[in-house]
């Protein structure tokens, strides 16, 4: 059984950097997107971005600027980095899988398998 | 960028009754969509793939249709088990892009 498991501080001071980690385990990390999705209280669902088992990314370009993802395959684990943070960015931070789907020659992905949450708070 | 809509923002509905949600996006996304239940202090689970592929041990009550700007999402015979919230989400693979709908609360009449 896939799980996924979010790591870090859950406070983090305005203008400094947050930072997360997803632990993998149950499966390898290969020919998967690994992905950082967040939800802001009583809000809905926002993508940060993702990172190939390869180490290609991509990310929402309205975070671009501000967000690093990387991916340690010996270890099992991607992370999360945002500069510059404030209030805005209060969430909770989910880090999920996005697989392929594919019935012959029809292919379609979706997120499969998700960490419970990991809550970061900024504020002073 | 394309934007995902969806209505209503909150359904009200009883138990054992139909429940279809909607799901409209800016421009077609061919069947580059799926559909998310979230239940409070979970995270979402994949329930429709590909527009109406469910997926793994998700219940045959649950069904997706729609192609192109207008996805529906229906719940055929509402269990308490279903109160949550619904999302939508599109995805494109060059270049690579993944956007949410806001969500549609289903909420006990």
């Known amino acids: 059984q896939v799980q996924l498991r979010e790591s870090g501080p859950g406070l983090v001071k305005p203008s400094e950097t947050l930072s997360l980690t997803c632990t993998v385990s149950?499966?390898?990390?290969?020919?998967?997107?690994w992905t950082w999705i967040r939800q802001p209280p009583g809000k809905g669902l926002e993508y940060i971005g993702h990172v190939f088992f390869s180490g290609s990314t991509n990310y929402n370009p309205s975070l671009k600027s501000r967000v690093t993802i990387s991916i340690d395959t010996s270890n099992n684990q991607f992370s999360l980095k945002m500069t510059s943070v404030t209030t805005a960015d209060t969430a909770m931070y989910f880090c999920?899988?996005?697989?392929?789907?594919?019935?012959?020659?029809?292919?379609?992905?979706?997120?499969?398998?998700w960490g419970r949450g990991a809550l970061v708070t900024v504020s002073s | 960028e394309i934007v995902m809509t969806q209505s209503p923002a909150t359904l009200s509905v009883s138990p054992g009754q139909r429940a279809t949600l909607s799901c409209r996006a800016s421009q077609a996304v061919n069947n580059n969509l799926a559909w998310y239940q979230q239940k409070p202090g979970q995270a979402p689970r994949l329930l429709i793939y590909g527009a109406s592929t469910r997926a793994t041990g998700v219940p045959a009550r649950f069904s997706g249709s729609g192609s192109g700007t207008e996805f529906t999402l229906s719940i055929s015979s509402l269990q308490s088990e279903d109160f949550a919230v619904y999302y939508c989400?599109?995805?494109?693979?060059?270049?690579?892009?993944?956007?949410f709908g806001q969500g549609t609360k289903v909420e006990i009449k």
């Open positions: 989400q599109y995805y494109n693979n060059r270049p690579p892009e993944r956007t």
């Open positions: 999920a899988r996005d697989a392929l789907f594919c019935s012959g020659d029809d292919c379609y992905r979706g997120f499969d398998y």
């Open positions: 149950g499966d390898s990390m290969g020919s998967f997107y």
